[in-house]
């Protein structure tokens, strides 16, 4: 599943094929057909990211929400463009761009009146121009769940995946079973001070940099990690412990995260 650098920066590069232009949209698949046509000649306002949902606002007081998910992904082409396969949910097309949205777990339009609410279902964005980490600091606090499942908990902070997870953890060699409860304000601001740097690398780079190797000029890289998917700890050479924590792989040195 795309962390929340890859849909802001999606959103960004969005913006530039599609805000400010009147857009075409179909549904090839059929399943978004009535969507569509609700959007189909309206004029793309912005777009925008919420952690790791996308949101293109339109001219008509509609806003397309868009949740990859695990399996769904973008396909953006210059016209003109080929034809759309038959699998895509939806196509947007502008006078310069076509982007298929393909196999999304989520693709709904919000009315705009519905649009803060659907806002305060999610925790705090770590990339948002005004950040409120306060107000994840405040549901950390409350909770005794571990922080290692606290943050990858959508409605306490968004925007942070299982990557970034191990690697925030390790680099600030916090034990991730440490309950929210047992965290100060002062670490817990440190935790999002750095997070949000580092999904800031994620978004320039379009590529998760926890090591601080960043790629040459031209060079195309996924990901440069400390820890994640790894067999021994770069900072002590003991062994990385594999577990599962809500469903996911969780990637932890028992040794500096004590």
């Not at 047992?182 to 998760?208: F, P």
């Not at 040195?253 to 004590?258: G, K, V």
Request: charge should be neutral; hydrophobic fraction near 35%.
């Amino acid at each position: 599943m795309p962390e929340g650098h890859t849909i802001h920066r999606a959103a960004r590069d969005h913006a530039e094929m599609m805000s400010g232009q009147v857009i075409s949209a179909i549904s090839p698949q059929g399943r978004f057909a009535d969507g569509a046509a609700i959007i189909d000649a309206a004029t793309c306002k912005s777009t925008s990211a919420l952690g790791k949902h996308l949101l293109y606002h339109f001219s008509n007081q509609q806003t397309l929400h868009i949740h990859l998910g695990l399996g769904g992904y973008f396909v953006c082409q210059t016209q003109p463009a080929d034809p759309p396969r038959d699998v895509t949910r939806l196509r947007l097309e502008s006078a310069t761009h076509a982007i298929d949205i393909i196999g999304p777990n989520t693709c709904e339009l919000i009315p705009s009146e519905a649009l803060e609410a659907f806002r305060r279902r999610y925790g705090p964005d770590l990339l948002a121009d005004n950040p409120e980490p306060e107000r994840a600091i405040a549901a950390i606090r409350k909770s005794r769940a571990p922080i290692a499942r606290l943050l990858m908990d959508q409605k306490v902070i968004s925007g942070i995946g299982n990557i970034y997870r191990a690697e925030i953890l390790w680099l600030r060699k916090l034990n991730p079973m440490t309950r929210g409860v047992d965290m100060s304000d002062e670490d817990l601001q440190a935790l999002w001070d750095d997070m949000r740097a580092l999904l800031q690398i994620g978004v320039e780079t379009n590529s998760i940099i926890t090591n601080g190797l960043l790629p040459k000029k031209g060079e195309v890289i996924t990901e440069r990690t400390n820890i994640f998917g790894r067999e021994i700890c770069p900072r002590c050479n003991n062994a990385i412990e594999k577990s599962k924590l809500s469903g996911r792989t969780l990637y932890h040195c028992p040794e500096c995260q004590s």
